[in-house]
């Protein structure tokens, strides 16, 4: 639509005593300049829907303005979403509950990161990039220098009044650095990770196999989201899945076998004791640190144990074990049926009777031909000490005679 | 089985985004068009591309330089362009090249000895190219790199390159289009490095086209071409200057509100002054919301900023004479060692010229060993400089009246002035103008709304430039667009001249609404403009306003008029000092001439509508003041003139549905 020139004038009533003149029928606005005569500034966009008009709409107004219209709504269609500012990766905001806000940043090492950097939905997937926004954005908050400059406590006395309490308040800011400082860390991220508070809730509650068969639970439902869970430790990625009730032979196999064969980065350095810097003692240094390494053994030891369990749970379980098991055998007996449908059977029965026998003979006659050779070997050998007894009197006799 | 595949590890996260997080979409920073404006002078460049903020913003180059100088040196190995290379025109003028553009495009024989460069590289024609310019350089080039060293060929193998031997002197020659190649080279590669991505069009400024012919155009199409621009548009001067212009940014209206000063009117006429180094160039250029065309130019290449260079150089020069008893003659300087020290006279006067544009205060220009060693310091301030500057200026009033006659304009008619290029920049040249060219009181000028200084939108030595990155960025979403009108209008602006030929209004159309106020008493009524004359067709103007209707009647009638309006001049005898004690004032004052006012005046020219009728949804103003109780409605008048001059006339209250339209069609 075209612009509508605003003009900030009023003007006064027409006089009762006008007519209004009777315009000349003949009447006509003074010609144009023929065409030709004036060049445009090939330039803006006026210029452009000049153009539009009169390549498109044959000079006509409406017909413009319908475009422009249409134009306008598609621009706003496809640009819509994503003209919201900046892209934020799908970090997101995320409320700030008090405890959070209250966290004390000596206490770091038992603080959740990614809450505290607002990251909560993503954890282990967040990248990089997703790290570094989320931390500008808690840093843009939080910053201390903005907290003085903003400070809204209402003063909790008259005395108070326009004395800024928040001066101090940079214990949250703290916190931040210090979830930027361990997630920015690729090693010091996996440590966390490993022992990430949110994985060991949902470990706790993990089913066992005698809640599994009590209680009848779906097996794939059930166990299906506990390996999942596990699936992030894995340094192979990706990780097989538990499949469903229909999968082959060949991915239950598969399954099994990447589980059985699980290699994980989970690692417990993280729940090491804190190893007194300050004290001078070398040995006491020692002592933690050696406790420190068996400790973490000791848990790496216990978490590849659960897994197995787990796995063994899942194997004992599995329904699909017992139908691959089911099928292999049909099959077996598919096969020997056709070879030999009858016969097979009974002479393996009769032979095996005979093996039978002939192992229980055979195992005897060794038995005895063993004692014999046992007795003779004892003979030989105290022949032979009798006559070694021998050999040294003679050679004592001699020795004597020859000194005599 | 497929969801597990999400879970990436947290190692593996880093180096592959975690599926499920969205891809990177375009930020705000992406939809900036990667495109470049270059006003390609003779004398100077200057480059604009958007920025961040949006904006076309003229940029520097790697030497902080704004304002690029059109030269290439040749110093031993080494080549420079811009600014550096107008250095070297001290001691090694035979290998600078300056001035190229002029010639590009021209034959050797077109170009007649009187314009040949004196005070540069010569220019010679083409040993092996018949009727060609040529630059001959004297270069080093490096010696060619040894064999390799190799156990077979040398009786004692060492494992020591040898060392390349000393640079061998040459002769390097190179045609304009070399030239221009290179230097448009390096101002890509400075809008490529400031945006940090490839430049995907550029919008290329040049003189109009009777100073630089089409063949000259399809020169620099091929030299852009060749240095890696994809030119989307070659504009003219004065067209690039409308198209910054005619933007919201410039006029004040829109977000961009300038600071006191009131929106420029969508319609006005421009007078472009083009005042660069070389030539004068002049404009009067009728803007009709954003539609805009030429009425009338000019070019006058004697008028010049080196004019005013040559003024202050020989001032200059006689103050150093004054100061240290040595005598210094230049323009022209005869003795070489004259030669040098104009030479740095005039490299060291830029500086004095910018500074005199700022600041009011006096400026310094300080030459080491300007001639038998001793060095210059001196100093101009405003005053001065304007007095030595004055029969330029004189001489850039004269071209603007006489262009205004050959337009048949009064110098009342020009709403506005736009001063582009580096001498522009002096205010001097502003308030002179304003006087001696008999503008209006009001009209606008980049210094009187004080958009000049500060790297405000007035700055007549980026205008240019900046006008061709908005007009570039333009027909960049018009390249970029799938849409299949935007592909043919693409094609248009390529073909070009016809669709620019268009039929313009010669006379003013509007509407009056009749009255007996004393001061309307010329038309009989208030007058509204409607279709300003030299408006291109087919045209749309809607205005809306409040109209006062009788309490009882509440009638609403006009009339549409096709009006001429002129310009009256009358001469008013100086109004008499009113203190009479001084008797030589007195005198004075009495021989003054009698000065002349000029008057707007508005004749009738031809009825052509009369509309009446009752008012739906008037109502009566509340409140204080000198309307209360009156009642008023609000109306908009639409007016539209077809391709062939048929007009049609809305009037319509708003506010309401029910509200009186009245329509009228008068035919071609």
Known sequence: MATVQVLSIATPPVPAAYKPPSVPSTSRISAPHPSGHRTLLPVGPAYINHLRLSLHHSHSFSSLDKHLAAERDRLAALHGEDNAGEDDLGVGEEEEPEELLALDPKEWKKQDHYAVLGLSHLRYKANADQIKIAHRKKVLKHHPDKKAATTTAVPSSLFLTGVNQNTNDDAFFKCIQKAHEVLNNPEKRRQFDSVDPVFLELEEDMPTAAEIKSKD???????????????????????????????????????????????????????????????????????????????????????????????????????????????????????????????????????????????????????????????????????????????????????????? | MSKLQNGASSRGASATPAPGTPTPATGPTSLLPPVVGINFGNSYASIAVFTKEGLAESIANEDGERQIACAIAFHGEEMYIGNQAKQQLVKNAKNSIVGFRNLLGKKFSEVPGSEHPTLSAPIIQHPDLAD??????????????????????????????????????????????????IFLRSLLKSAEDFLGKPITGAVISVPEADTFGEKQREALKAAAKEAGLNVLQLLDEAAAVVALTTTALWSGDGEEQQEGGEPLGKDRTQLVVDLG?????????????????????????????DKIDDKLVAFFAADFTKKTKVALKVCPATAVADQRAEAKLRLAIEHTKRTISASPGAATCSVESLKDGLDYTGAVNRMRFDMLASPIYAAVADAIGALLARAAADAHDVDEVVYVGGTGCLPGLDSRLCVQAGFREDVQTPFARGIVVGGGVGDPTTIIARGCAAQAALLDALATSDAQEDKEILAAFEAGAEANQVKATTKTLGVLFPNNLPENREVGGTWIPVVQRETALPVRRIVALDVGVEEGSKRVACEVWEVVEGIRTEKVAPPKSSDDEDDDEDDEEEEEEEVEVKHRTLAKHALLAALDGPAQLAVQTKGKGADRGRWFTRVEIQFVVGIDGDLNVELREIGGAEGLVQRVHVAA
């Open chain 1, 217 to 404: 639970l779906d097996f794939f439902k059930t166990l299906g989201p506990v390996f999942e869970l596990y699936s992030r430790f894995s340094k192979a990625q990706p990780v097989p899945g538990l499949g469903h009730i229909d999968s082959s032979k060949e991915e239950v196999e598969g399954f099994y076998d990447f589980w059985y064969n699980f290699d994980s980065w989970r690692s417990f350095e993280w729940l090491d004791k804190e190893v007194n810097e300050g004290s001078d003692s070398r040995d006491d240094k020692r002592y933690t640190e050696k406790k420190n390494k068996s400790e973490r053994a000791r848990r790496k030891k216990e978490d590849i144990a659960k897994l197995r369990g787990l796995v063994d749970m899942a194997l004992g379980l599995d329904p699909r074990i017992k139908r691959i098991k089911q099928q292999e055998k049909e099959a077996r007996e598919a096969k020997k049926k056709a070879a030999n449908p009858a016969a097979v059977v009974k002479k393996t029965k009769q032979q095996e009777e005979e093996e039978k026998k002939k192992a229980e003979l055979a195992a005897k006659e060794q038995e005895e031909a063993d004692k014999v050779a046992r007795a003779e070997a004892k003979k030989q050998k105290a022949a032979a000490a009798n006559a070694a007894k021998k050999a040294r009197r003679q050679q004592r006799a001699v020795e004597d005679g020859g000194a005599a």
């Open chain 2, 277 to 305: 180094a070389s030539a004068l160039s002049l404009h009067l250029v009728s803007v009709r919301e954003g539609l805009s065309y030429v009425l009338a130019s000019s070019h006058t290449p004697s008028v010049g900023g």
């Open chain 2, 132 to 181: 060609t310019i040529a630059y001959k350089v004297e270069v080093l080039q490096p010696a060619p790199s040894p064999l390799p060293t190799s156990a077979y060929t040398t009786p004692a193998a060492s494992h020591a390159p040898t060392p390349r031997s000393e640079p061998i002197p040459s002769t390097r020659i190179l045609t304009v289009h070399d030239v221009t190649v």
